[in-house]
């Protein structure tokens, strides 16, 4: 199976708080996993990215948090600000072209 | 520092009506790809490039075409448009050598087809 699953589609956060965005894949075959950024009317980029054989990894605010076992994953919005505000996409991929396999996004709203 | 660039941005097409969405790419990079976005679907990948001269089909390519004659060219043709086909387009790339899955989106071109 290709697919990811992501939830919730939308969410509201009060600046300061934090997000959690999860994700869930079927299969194992799978060996990174990005999450995409994307402002309206842009193309998605590059947030931060993670392989299995880590459980967590943290740039700044944001952190993804792995779980091999159970094929889930989840991004961390700490300190959440308006300037986060955008949707947000998991993925996962594999093999030597690197097809990603995308979630169906979320989109964030940060309140001031 | 131009990146991925897509032309057109936005288009109208009838339906029955044919054309090309152009993506160049000044990276250097070997793999190229094509997605659509459609709203609360995510993105799908239509076709991908690993190189010049070698293009292969993703999860949803019919009603599209590909060619790469190029590093730099990743034309999407769509032939016969219909109304399933309006979406948001995104082309990207990535170089060959990276181990890493980062890809480099474009801008999108937007397609209404009426």
């Known amino acids: 199976q290709q697919q990811v699953k992501q939830s919730p589609q939308s969410l509201i956060v009060q600046k300061g708080g934090i997000s959690i965005i999860n994700c869930a894949y079927e299969?194992?075959?799978?060996?990174?996993f990005p999450w995409y950024q994307q402002f309206p009317g842009k193309g998605p980029a590059l947030l931060i990215a993670?392989?299995?054989?880590?459980s967590e990894k943290k740039e700044g605010r944001f952190t993804i948090s792995f779980n091999k076992s159970a094929k889930q994953f989840s991004l961390h919005i700490m300190d959440s600000q308006p300037g986060d505000s955008a949707t947000y996409f998991c993925?996962?991929?594999?093999?030597?072209?690197?097809?990603?396999?995308f979630g169906s996004g979320t989109q964030l709203t940060v309140l001031p | 520092n131009a990146g991925v660039t897509q032309t057109p941005k936005f288009r109208i097409l009838k339906i029955g009506q044919s054309m090309t969405l152009q993506c160049t790419q000044d990276?250097?990079?070997?793999?190229m790809y094509w997605y659509r976005q459609d709203p609360g679907m995510g993105l799908k990948l239509i076709y991908y490039?690993?190189?010049?001269?070698?293009?292969d089909k993703g999860e949803v390519p019919n009603g599209y075409n590909v060619s790469r004659s190029t590093t730099e060219d990743f034309p999407l043709r769509l032939e016969l448009a219909a109304p399933s086909q309006t979406s948001v387009y995104f082309c990207?790339?990535?170089?060959?050598?990276?181990?890493?899955?980062?890809?480099?989106f474009g801008e999108g071109s937007r397609l209404t087809v009426l």
């Open positions: 299969n194992t075959a799978f060996d990174y």
């Open positions: 990276m250097n990079h070997n793999y």
């Open positions: 993925a996962a991929s594999r093999g030597s072209a690197r097809q990603l396999t």
């Open positions: 990207a790339s990535r170089p060959g050598t990276a181990n890493t899955g980062e890809l480099f």
């Open positions: 993670i392989r299995p054989d880590v």
């Open positions: 490039s690993v190189g010049a001269g070698i293009t």
